[in-house]
């Protein structure tokens, strides 16, 4: 099980972390990752991380968002800086085993089947003044 906590309203140009808490599996093995869904466009990943420590990120988050993961809390974050109105979304964690995926950007970019992973239960963010 997936459990988000974080999200919720950021000033444009502020920062947001979204926690993403898993249980009854270990992370350490797994391949992890944030998608976001804004109302009225497709789900999109925007930073994902392989069970190596390879990132992948999408071109509108580089430089802004981090992904990381605790292994010893089981805890994988997104971190949001430079926060902008277009980031408004529900966030999603998710992970993935690598009979699945076969790399970050795997994850991020292909068309994941939501059956084979763990979702978390979204997370809303919302970038305003």
């Known amino acids: 099980q997936l459990a988000q906590s974080g999200g919720g309203l950021v000033q444009p140009g502020g920062s947001l972390t979204v926690s993403c808490a898993a249980s009854?599996?270990?992370?350490?093995?797994?391949?992890v990752g944030w998608f976001r869904q804004a109302p009225g466009k497709e789900r999109e990943g925007i930073a994902c991380?392989?069970?190596?420590?390879?990132?992948y990120y999408t071109n509108s988050v580089k430089a802004r968002f981090t992904i990381s993961k605790d292994n010893v809390k089981n805890t994988v974050y997104l971190q949001i800086n430079s926060a902008k109105p277009e980031d408004t979304a529900l966030y999603y964690c998710?992970?993935?085993?690598?009979?699945?995926?076969?790399?970050?950007?795997?994850?991020?970019?292909?068309?994941?089947?939501?059956?084979?992973?763990?979702w978390g239960q979204g997370s809303q963010v919302t970038v305003s003044s």
């Open positions: 998710a992970v993935y085993s690598e009979v699945w995926v076969t790399s970050a950007e795997d994850m991020c970019t292909s068309d994941l089947n939501t059956n084979f992973g763990r």
């Open positions: 009854r599996v270990s992370l350490d093995d797994y391949f």
């Open positions: 991380l392989s069970n190596d420590g390879s990132t």
